[in-house]
């Protein structure tokens, strides 16, 4: 499969927590991008890694990528009900390719 | 900028009539892909365009869809003869030339109902 795999399925934490998602995939990449979807809207792109970076940071985001493992994993750090959403990890081919991405619940 | 942009924002179409979605991609962006979200499901690939060229469109339906991007103007997802199976949210994005170092830009979607 092409397409990146997200992991949890679904993750609820309270506000003001951290939660963090993990990503694998099969194919060789030259980067590795998260967007987020927030109920019924279209998606943001958050972050892109490229395949020569083990860590980048924006704001409260945080991503890793170990391309030896084939796997990623986004940190939000300090979580406020907003961030409820759904995450991805779409790999990129010459198009992008959606998984079913992990369901965030922030609790107020 | 004005981003990705995406029109009409809601479409309801009966059941054999057309349904004709525009996407305006980002100034200096000259891919652009379509997609579809059914209810509580994932976004699926339907096409990826290049100015006057379809690169890609193993997501689309055989049958009753077709889209361009001409040289002048916005690309349209044009879906012929509606079933109700079609009613889903359409999104279409937009990326530069350098896909390496930059992602893509999503529109706000339009939201096709079949009645």
């Known amino acids: 499969s092409q397409q990146g795999e997200e992991d949890p399925q679904a993750l609820s934490i309270q506000e003001g927590e951290n939660a963090t998602m993990n990503c694998s995939y099969k194919t060789s990449i030259n980067n590795l991008q998260w967007y987020r979807q927030n109920s019924g809207r279209g998606l943001v792109h958050l972050i892109l890694?490229?395949?020569?970076?083990r860590e980048k940071h924006s704001g409260r985001l945080r991503v890793t990528l170990d391309t030896s493992k084939k796997s990623s994993s986004l940190l939000i750090t300090a979580s406020r009900a907003a961030d409820t959403a759904s995450y991805f990890c779409p790999i990129r081919g010459n198009k992008l390719v959606f998984g079913a991405g992990t369901i965030l619940r922030v609790k107020s | 900028n004005a981003g990705v942009m995406q029109n009409p924002r809601h479409l309801v179409r009966r059941r054999g009539q057309e349904a004709r979605l525009r996407c305006s991609p980002m100034?200096?962006?000259?891919?652009v892909y379509w997609y579809r979200q059914l209810p509580e499901e994932g976004l699926k690939f339907m096409v990826y365009?290049?100015?006057?060229?379809?690169?890609?469109e193993s997501g689309m339906p055989k049958e009753r869809f077709s889209a361009e991007f001409p040289k002048e103007g916005p690309s349209i997802l044009r879906i012929q003869q509606v079933v109700r199976g079609d009613s889903a949210a359409y999104f279409c994005?937009?990326?530069?030339?350098?896909?390496?170092?930059?992602?893509?830009?999503f529109g706000s979607g339009t939201r096709l109902t079949v009645v």
């Open positions: 890694i490229r395949s020569n970076e």
């Open positions: 994005a937009s990326s530069p030339p350098d896909r390496i170092n930059y992602g893509y830009t």
């Open positions: 365009l290049q100015k006057e060229n379809i690169i890609d």
């Open positions: 100034k200096g962006h000259s891919h």
